[in-house]
């Protein structure tokens, strides 16, 4: 029989089918013969005490399940919901605090290999922290920036500083529910702890907490390492740059850089070009020295850098079943463990770089940001070695797709204005007008269990022949780049015609790629920045604009999820709900959370309704703001 087509990326799939032929089992072939439990996927097990698991199900389970202990359905279901925003957090947060010691170090000369690249965006960060930067010494600036922000991290009394940046009602709105949070490893911490055995019980009261918890994610983790980045390594601007597995090459060195702290990356892409580099390479008899990116580090470097993407999530593997990739080099979050068996079939090294994620069986290169240079260069020669290893016993293939990348939000004002006059105004212009009728984020991962980038593809077009416009972040870019939609030709063929208009008059394709993950944060701030620009709401919340991860499979991604809820914006995610076994709680998080805040969250399998309800809440925000049609 033949089997189904697991990506919808046409390249992707002619090497998952070569590697059926291969018998080489990876996520796809797993996905398949292996079924998501039910009870689990939908919220109903608990598995928080060693009295249970238990299991709540039965056609009156709502109202009448318990677990072991009496823990009802709908607070079984929010708890495990609460613990997963608690771990999404955890982990953009934990990524923010090395980018804001990394800003540290350099301010101290202790990570002498790095510098301040854009001072201008510091001097931004300064002003909202109140911190004076006037006739001041820029690395004196960056440390008081740096401890600054580290104080978002542990403190346990006050706010947490960014979220000043929210629109003022927004604000209100937060305080109203008691949801200002205070230090990101405090909500943490109490997130772990409310969802213990015999704490929390009240739904509301641990959705609310999940809301809490995720605002420290979006308008601190996130936030923090969004604006670190840009200082570091430069705020980003539009470049063309590569998508596809044909970037790997047959006579050069192939490094493909995966994960989600950028900071290794820059180092490796600065120190690819070494000369010293260059002749190692000539000297085992390649021709040079070829990055590629994958998943959020691919974001941050293509960027930046305008370095070739070989995809997100679901590429991963795909990439060493290629068999020219002489080293993998993986820090943190989205890399399967799968990696290191399948890259033994291969010549592949794949190389761990964070001492906080070690894979058995993997080379480990522990990164040091006061040794960054002198680390990087030992992974590129490491990767030069095991260039003559290279057994071409894998799938050549030679995709590439053109793109555009880098849409900042300082770009963003700036292209609609200039350097004198940036703002949003052309932007606001258009959708009070209706010539955009409204803007989408399309977000999140991409996943084996449906047509991989698949539904990310079909919104996508769909949006744009809509009038709406598109950005986009994650593994979302990675299959809009891979199909080819991130060009301004795009807007040419395929965009609806007020917004083809103003991609033309602009010179923008249809589809904004803002970034990494961790760039959802931008959304944010762009969307503060539309409210105080007047014409639409005060608040990000009654924005025509939606949120949208058709494809997630992360904990991450939930946080994102809660924290757009929470701000202000309605969230449809596909597929199975994880909190879908209680009414209660699906009840809460779409309309109570909408009463509160005016962001929803949504989890809807089928694409099409996704479509649909997203444009409903577009319609509804134009008809309350009083726009025309
Ligand atoms: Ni986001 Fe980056 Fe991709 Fe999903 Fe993973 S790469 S942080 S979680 S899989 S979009």
């Known amino acids: 029989?033949?089997?189904?087509?697991?990506?919808?990326?046409?390249?992707?799939?002619?090497?998952?089918?070569?590697?059926?032929?291969?018998?080489?089992?990876?996520?796809?072939?797993?996905?398949?013969?292996?079924?998501?439990?039910?009870?689990?996927?939908?919220?109903?097990?608990?598995?928080?005490?060693?009295?249970?698991?238990?299991?709540?199900?039965?056609?009156?389970?709502?109202?009448?399940?318990?677990?072991?202990?009496?823990?009802?359905?709908?607070?079984?279901?929010?708890?495990n919901f609460l613990r997963k925003v608690v771990s999404g957090t955890a982990a953009h947060s934990d990524h923010a605090r090395d980018m804001a010691f990394t800003l540290l170090a350099v301010a101290t000369g202790e990570a002498k290999d790095f510098r301040i690249a854009d001072e201008h965006k510091l001097?931004?960060?300064?002003?909202?922290?109140?911190?004076?930067?006037?006739?001041?010494?820029?690395?004196?600036?960056?440390?008081?920036?740096?401890?600054?922000?580290?104080?978002?991290?542990?403190?346990?009394?006050?706010?947490?500083?960014?979220?000043?940046?929210?629109?003022?009602?927004?604000?209100?709105?937060?305080?109203k529910w008691g949801?200002?949070?205070?230090?990101?490893?405090?909500?943490?911490?109490?997130?772990?702890?409310r969802t213990h055995m015999g704490v929390d019980h009240d739904p509301d009261n641990l959705l609310l907490n999940a809301v809490k918890v995720a605002l420290a994610d979006g308008w601190a983790g996130s936030m923090i390492s969004t604006d670190i980045s840009d200082v570091l390594f430069g705020t980003p601007h539009p470049m063309r740059g590569k998508a596809g597995?044909?970037?790997?090459?047959?006579?050069?060195?192939?490094?493909?850089?995966?994960?989600?702290?950028?900071?290794?990356?820059?180092?490796?892409?600065?120190?690819?070009?070494d000369p010293e580099m260059q002749e190692y390479a000539r000297s085992k008899g390649a021709a040079g020295i070829n990055l590629g990116g994958m998943c959020c580090t691919a974001n941050e470097i293509l960027m930046r850098h305008g370095i070739p993407t070989a995809g997100g999530f679901t590429n991963q593997e795909l990439a060493i079943l290629t068999g020219k990739v002489d080293a993998m080099t993986v820090d943190v979050q989205c890399i399967m463990p799968a990696l290191v068996k399948l890259s033994e079939r291969f010549h592949t090294k794949v190389v761990t770089t964070s001492d906080k994620a070690k894979f058995t069986g993997a080379t480990h290169v522990g990164y040091e940001e006061h040794r960054a240079a002198e680390i990087a260069k030992e992974i590129i020669k490491l990767a030069v070695d095991n260039f003559p290893n290279r057994k071409k016993n894998?799938?050549?293939?030679?995709?590439?797709?053109?793109?555009?990348?880098?849409?900042?939000?300082?770009?963003?004002?700036?292209?609609?204005?200039?350097r004198m006059r940036a703002s949003f105004r052309p932007l606001n212009d258009a959708i009070q007008v209706g010539r955009i009728r409204g803007v989408v984020g399309l977000a999140g991962c991409d996943n084996p269990r449906v047509p991989a980038q698949g539904l990310h593809r079909y919104l996508a077009k769909e949006f744009i022949k809509s009038d709406v416009l598109v950005v986009s972040t994650g593994c979302g870019s990675h299959a809009c780049q891979a199909a080819g939609y991130m060009t301004p030709e795009m807007a040419l063929e395929h965009a609806g015609p007020g917004l083809k208009e103003v991609c033309e008059a602009i010179g923008i394709p249809p589809i904004l790629p803002l970034g990494s993950c961790v760039d959802n944060s931008r959304i944010l701030t762009i969307l503060t920045a539309m409210a105080?620009?007047?014409?639409?709401?005060?608040?990000?919340?009654?924005?025509?604009?939606?949120?949208?991860a058709p494809e997630w499979m992360s904990e991450k991604a939930l946080a994102i999820g809660t924290y757009f809820a929470a701000s202000g914006v309605p969230v449809i995610f596909g597929g199975e709900s994880p909190v879908g076994a209680s009414n209660e709680v699906t009840r809460i998080m779409s309309e109570t959370w909408y009463e509160r805040f005016k962001g929803a969250f949504h989890f809807e399998p089928d694409p099409e309704k996704i479509f649909d309800m997203a444009l409903k809440y577009i319609d509804a925000a134009r008809d309350a703001l009083k726009l025309k049609k």
């Not at 439990?37 to 389970?61: D, E, F, Q, W, Y």
């Not at 690395?139 to 542990?154: N, Q, R």
């Not at 949801?179 to 702890?193: L, W």
């Not at 105080?532 to 949208?548: K, N, Q």
């Open 245 to 273: 597995f044909g970037m790997f090459k047959d006579d050069e060195v192939n490094i493909v850089v995966h994960g989600h702290e950028p900071t290794l990356a820059e180092m490796i892409v600065l120190m690819a070009d």
């Open 394 to 418: 894998g799938y050549t293939a030679t995709d590439q797709q053109d793109l555009v990348a880098g849409f900042s939000q300082e770009y963003i004002e700036y292209m609609q204005g200039g």
């Open 179 to 193: 949801v200002i949070p205070r230090g990101v490893d405090r909500e943490v911490c109490e997130g772990m702890h």
């Open 123 to 175: 001097f931004k960060m300064a002003d909202i922290l109140e911190i004076n930067h006037q006739g001041r010494d820029v690395m004196e600036v960056a440390k008081d920036v740096a401890t600054t922000l580290i104080d978002d991290f542990g403190r346990q009394r006050g706010e947490i500083n960014y979220l000043k940046r929210a629109p003022q009602k927004t604000q209100e709105r937060w305080k």
């Open 1 to 79: 029989m033949d089997k189904p087509i697991r990506s919808a990326n046409e390249a992707a799939e002619q090497i998952v089918r070569w590697s059926d032929e291969q018998n080489i089992s990876i996520c796809f072939d797993k996905a398949g013969k292996m079924k998501s439990c039910p009870i689990g996927s939908s919220g109903a097990c608990c598995s928080n005490c060693h009295v249970g698991p238990c299991r709540l199900i039965g056609s009156n389970a709502e109202e009448e399940a318990t677990g072991v202990c009496g823990a009802s359905l709908p607070s079984i279901v929010a708890r």
């Open 532 to 548: 105080a620009e007047g014409g639409l709401s005060e608040e990000i919340g009654g924005m025509p604009g939606v949120g949208i």
